[in-house]
């Protein structure tokens, strides 16, 4: 028959004093005042009854009970910053703490965070951008274990959770906004538009598509920058450096520009700069935007018109969607575990202020 494990009541029955006196003794807490015979006394029958003073949880262990890992491939952009804004806000809330990594678009650190996660044991996993395709294998395995959100391109398929965002629509919102103004002489500036980036090539494709919808595609001139760019790291200029540098080259070979759009705001505050120093005024020569609606967008100088897709909101809905998949798995309503699969959207909107206006019919300097 198995012994009945010794509980600090039965310690105090036989010693005659509360549990609460026991308590504090065997846990060395001498805030009360102890006689030392009854110190001796529940020492000595603590012993002789084989008591164990129950382990506590270290802060280390409750830690790992309440971490969310995010995967970022830039903290140089405002963008990812705005996403941990909205994790981070919403982890706080409920108790969560976060773990960044910053895989700076690099595979090796990319592969060597993954790999990271069986010691890490994190409640859920959030990457805030697709991740690389060698990797898909390992994420959907790991999703069998652990909730695990993406906010990637819509068009992306992909088995786990997803805040997704319609590059493509963001493309035809841009160019659409430029057509309606008379622009038909465009550029689009864009880091390298590499396979494993894909969401920024359907944002490229999506204002393509708009301009040739009425037969003005060759009219939109692509620059973007060297792939070479990607496979180092990103200093906090990255961007505005691709913006800046690919305007002064665009400038040198074309003269009839009406307008530039920069993938994202980084690039278009490059532009604006570039423009500035070739003397070109905004909007009146050449109109200029953005995408992110970034905080900076509307703290320039001449505030930058970009397009609005709520990035705070997806950050704290990817959370959420980690929250609800850990509370299901904490609570038993039926035999069968029920499997949900998230999509998140959010309708992007244009955002209008003074770097835009209606083309000039003649381009030139003033």
Same mark, same amino acid.
């Given at each position: 028959?198995?012994?009945?494990?010794?509980? @600090?009541?039965?310690?105090?029955?036989?010693?005659?004093?509360?549990?609460?006196?026991?308590?504090?003794?065997?846990?060395?807490?001498?805030?009360?005042?102890?006689?030392?015979?009854?110190?001796?006394? +529940?020492?000595?029958?603590?012993?002789?009854?084989?008591?164990?003073?129950?382990?506590?949880?270290?802060?280390?262990?409750?830690?790992?009970?309440?971490?969310?890992?995010?995967?970022?491939?830039?903290?140089?952009?405002?963008? %990812?910053?705005?996403?941990?804004?909205?994790?981070?806000?919403?982890?706080?809330? $409920?108790?969560?703490?976060?773990?960044?990594?910053?895989? $700076?678009?690099?595979?090796?650190?990319?592969?060597?965070?993954?790999?990271?996660?069986?010691?890490?044991?994190?409640?859920?996993?959030?990457?805030?951008?697709?991740?690389?395709?060698?990797?898909?294998?390992?994420?959907?395995?790991?999703?069998?274990?652990?909730?695990?959100?993406?906010?990637?391109?819509?068009?992306?398929?992909?088995?786990?959770?997803?805040?997704?965002?319609?590059?493509?629509?963001?493309?035809?919102?841009?160019?659409?906004?430029?057509?309606? #103004?008379?622009?038909?002489?465009?550029?689009?500036?864009?880091?390298?538009?590499?396979?494993?980036?894909? $969401?920024?090539?359907?944002? +490229?494709?999506?204002?393509?598509?708009?301009?040739?919808?009425?037969? #003005?595609?060759?009219?939109?001139?692509?620059?973007?920058?060297?792939?070479?760019?990607?496979?180092?790291?990103?200093?906090?200029?990255?961007?505005?450096?691709?913006? %800046?540098? #690919?305007?002064?080259?665009?400038?040198?070979?074309?003269?009839?520009?009406?307008?530039?759009?920069?993938?994202?705001?980084?690039?278009?505050?490059?532009?604006?700069?570039?423009?500035?120093?070739?003397?070109?005024?905004?909007?009146?020569?050449? @109109?200029?935007?953005?995408?992110?609606?970034?905080?900076?967008?509307?703290?320039?100088?001449?505030?930058?018109?970009?397009?609005?897709?709520?990035?705070?909101?997806?950050?704290?809905?990817?959370?959420?969607?980690?929250?609800?998949?850990? #509370?299901?798995?904490?609570? $038993?309503? @039926?035999?069968?575990?029920?499997?949900?699969?998230?999509?998140?959207?959010?309708?992007?909107?244009?955002?209008?202020?003074?770097?835009?206006?209606?083309?000039?019919?003649?381009?030139?300097?003033?």
């Amino acid at each position: 028959m198995r012994k009945k494990k010794v509980t @600090s009541s039965d310690i105090a029955h036989a010693a005659g004093v509360s549990q609460a006196t026991v308590s504090m003794i065997l846990n060395k807490k001498y805030n009360v005042s102890f006689s030392k015979e009854t110190i001796r006394k +529940v020492e000595q029958i603590a012993e002789e009854m084989g008591y164990e003073v129950p382990k506590r949880k270290t802060r280390r262990e409750s830690r790992k009970e309440k971490l969310i890992v995010v995967f970022c491939s830039n903290l140089t952009n405002p963008y %990812y910053v705005m996403l941990l804004q909205g994790i981070e806000s919403r982890a706080k809330e $409920q108790g969560y703490g976060l773990f960044v990594c910053n895989t $700076q678009r690099d595979l090796k650190m990319e592969e060597r965070y993954l790999r990271m996660m069986h010691e890490l044991k994190p409640l859920g996993i959030i990457y805030t951008c697709n991740p690389s395709h060698c990797f898909m294998d390992t994420i959907e395995e790991l999703a069998e274990k652990i909730p695990i959100v993406i906010i990637n391109n819509q068009n992306e398929h992909l088995n786990v959770d997803a805040v997704e965002l319609d590059n493509s629509k963001l493309g035809r919102m841009m160019a659409k906004h430029l057509l309606d #103004l008379g622009h038909r002489k465009v550029a689009y500036i864009a880091p390298p538009l590499t396979t494993r980036q894909k $969401q920024r090539s359907k944002r +490229v494709e999506g204002f393509l598509k708009e301009f040739d919808a009425v037969g #003005l595609k060759d009219n939109v001139i692509i620059k973007a920058a060297n792939e070479s760019i990607d496979m180092s790291i990103p200093n906090i200029d990255s961007e505005y450096k691709i913006g %800046y540098d #690919l305007t002064k080259e665009l400038l040198r070979e074309h003269n009839d520009i009406t307008a530039i759009v920069g993938l994202n705001d980084m690039i278009a505050f490059g532009i604006l700069d570039a423009l500035h120093e070739e003397k070109y005024k905004v909007p009146a020569d050449i @109109s200029v935007m953005g995408c992110d609606n970034t905080l900076f967008a509307k703290m320039h100088k001449v505030s930058l018109t970009t397009i609005e897709h709520f990035v705070v909101f997806k950050g704290r809905d990817a959370c959420d969607i980690i929250m609800k998949k850990i #509370l299901s798995q904490n609570s $038993q309503y @039926s035999e069968i575990q029920p499997i949900s699969t998230y999509h998140v959207e959010y309708e992007p909107r244009l955002i209008v202020r003074g770097t835009t206006s209606y083309a000039k019919t003649k381009k030139g300097k003033n």
